[in-house]
């Protein structure tokens, strides 16, 4: 599970261990027989250190791109929600478009997002009202005049890119990372601490206070590529503060007797 007592609880038993893997290291190992080979464990942990932390720092670019484009996501489809439910002003009947929309949205907040905290692909109410809005937008037919003809043409362009918006963020809830890249990412850390426990120096504390730092620096971030590659669970996860706020102006806009908003 994704939360910060238990990254916090891993991380610090990660370092527990590290620490007791250099008492038991020193006790078995002499560490002036280590010494011996510090000049070349020492090159080889820098030539290693320096590939895992380009692989680390690109993993962690990679989850936070799907982060990111996560978030851009849900904020681009509450915009074009807020488009749609003013273009619906100016069209024949499209109060009743407005008052779908508004249901969307907060089903959106209350629904949806859940869902995709538990990884599922939304929820299924709101799909329900997603569809509905469509059925609702297909029996407006301005006639007539261009004003109202214009404003349905732009709508229409409006409703098909939330729909796209809607899609992508639904199939952006994972950053899939595959499992090789963890098995090496995993692999990689559990290296680097084998290195520090490699290297021989006379001063025992100071060995178990790099090694415990490496240990737990490694691991805690490890964590959170874990964290990252869920854009919509855990404490670090993308909000639907867009949806709320656009929620927020459709309350501020309409009239308690036109929408549905208590």
Same mark, same amino acid.
């Given at each position: 599970?994704?939360?910060?007592?238990?990254?916090?609880?891993?991380?610090?038993?990660?370092?527990?261990?590290?620490?007791?893997?250099?008492?038991?290291?020193?006790?078995?190992?002499?560490?002036?027989?280590?010494?011996?080979?510090?000049?070349?464990?020492? +090159?080889?942990?820098?030539?290693?250190?320096?590939? /895992?932390?380009? /692989?680390?720092?690109?993993?962690?670019?990679?989850?936070?791109?799907?982060?990111?484009?996560?978030?851009?996501?849900?904020?681009?489809?509450?915009?074009?929600?807020?488009?749609?439910?003013?273009?619906?002003?100016?069209?024949?009947?499209?109060?009743?478009?407005?008052?779908?929309?508004?249901?969307?949205?907060?089903?959106?907040?209350?629904?949806?997002?859940?869902?995709?905290?538990?990884?599922?692909?939304?929820?299924?109410?709101?799909?329900?009202? /997603?569809?509905?809005?469509?059925?609702?937008? /297909?029996?407006?037919?301005?006639?007539?005049?261009?004003?109202?003809?214009? +404003?349905?043409?732009?709508?229409?362009?409006?409703?098909?890119?939330?729909?796209?918006?809607?899609?992508?963020?639904?199939?952006?809830?994972?950053?899939?990372?595959?499992?090789?890249?963890?098995?090496?990412?995993?692999?990689?850390?559990?290296?680097?601490?084998?290195?520090?426990?490699?290297?021989?120096?006379?001063?025992?504390?100071?060995?178990?206070?790099?090694?415990?730092?490496?240990?737990? +620096?490694?691991?805690?971030?490890?964590?959170?590529?874990?964290?990252?590659?869920?854009?919509?669970?855990?404490?670090?996860?993308?909000?639907?503060?867009?949806?709320?706020?656009?929620?927020?102006?459709?309350?501020?806009?309409?009239?308690?007797?036109?929408?549905?908003?208590?």
């Amino acid at each position: 599970m994704d939360e910060p007592l238990y990254r916090n609880l891993i991380s610090v038993c990660v370092m527990l261990l590290a620490a007791g893997a250099v008492l038991l290291v020193r006790r078995k190992v002499d560490p002036a027989k280590l010494r011996e080979n510090n000049e070349f464990t020492g +090159f080889t942990w820098t030539f290693v250190g320096l590939v /895992y932390g380009v /692989y680390l720092a690109f993993m962690v670019i990679v989850v936070w791109e799907n982060f990111d484009h996560a978030d851009t996501t849900a904020t681009s489809e509450a915009t074009h929600l807020s488009s749609l439910w003013r273009d619906a002003q100016m069209i024949p009947g499209g109060d009743r478009l407005q008052k779908q929309l508004v249901l969307y949205a907060r089903s959106v907040v209350a629904d949806d997002w859940p869902a995709m905290a538990r990884g599922e692909l939304g929820s299924a109410q709101t799909n329900v009202i /997603y569809e509905d809005l469509w059925r609702t937008f /297909y029996s407006l037919r301005p006639e007539g005049d261009p004003v109202h003809q214009a +404003f349905y043409q732009e709508a229409l362009r409006h409703l098909n890119d939330l729909g796209m918006e809607r899609r992508m963020r639904l199939l952006s809830g994972s950053a899939d990372l595959p499992l090789p890249m963890w098995l090496l990412l995993i692999a990689g850390g559990i290296g680097m601490v084998g290195f520090a426990l490699a290297i021989g120096t006379p001063h025992r504390r100071l060995q178990i206070m790099l090694t415990v730092f490496v240990a737990g +620096f490694l691991s805690y971030s490890i964590l959170m590529v874990h964290a990252l590659e869920e854009p919509f669970s855990g404490d670090i996860h993308v909000k639907p503060d867009a949806f709320q706020s656009v929620i927020d102006t459709f309350e501020h806009r309409a009239a308690p007797s036109q929408l549905p908003l208590k």
